[in-house]
């Protein structure tokens, strides 16, 4: 691991990945504040995997969810710093170090973006079913956020490996 090639700066292509996650942060910042003073005393704060609320608290725990995003944003972004320090299924050569740090990088990026735009989706209904406008998450939210991160996690392992 010590003899791998040192990963080349971030190309502007692969600094375009941001502007979705940016995006979903100001989202998470924003939503919530334009929304203070219409939420009741309680909101909630825990669903079911039928997307019904089954766990209500304080109205400040709507922030929970932008802090958490923005915690893991922080940290893969520091992760994409160091795609030479991660581990690989394959070996990592002088050969085919570049491509496989950028397919590792766009892999966080990708998974940045959803994360991030998750939470967004979540404190975005936290705030309609609190003040009435909505009664659960939806049926298709979980199914639909466990395929887009298995298909990115797949889409990886499948260009990764064909690289390797």
Do not use: C
Request: hydrophobic content about 55%; glycine content about 4%; cysteine-free.
């Amino acid at each position: 691991m010590n003899d791998r090639p040192l990963p080349p700066p971030l190309r502007a292509t692969e600094l375009i990945y941001e502007i979705p996650a940016l995006l979903g942060l100001v989202f998470l910042a924003v939503w919530p504040a334009i929304h203070w003073s219409s939420l009741p005393e309680t909101v909630p704060t825990h669903f079911g995997f039928d997307g019904e609320p089954d766990g209500w608290g304080d109205k400040r725990s709507i922030w929970i969810l932008p802090g958490i995003a923005l915690a893991l944003y922080l940290m893969l972004t520091a992760a994409m710093r160091f795609p030479h320090r991660f581990n690989y299924l394959w070996p990592i050569t002088p050969e085919n170090a570049a491509r496989q740090y950028a397919f590792a990088r766009r892999l966080i990026s990708l998974l940045k973006i959803e994360i991030v735009w998750t939470f967004a989706f979540l404190t975005w209904r936290m705030t309609e079913i609190a003040r009435g406008d909505a009664a659960r998450l939806g049926a298709a939210f979980l199914p639909v956020v466990l395929i887009a991160l298995l298909a990115t996690v797949t889409w990886y392992l499948i260009k990764a490996q064909s690289d390797a």
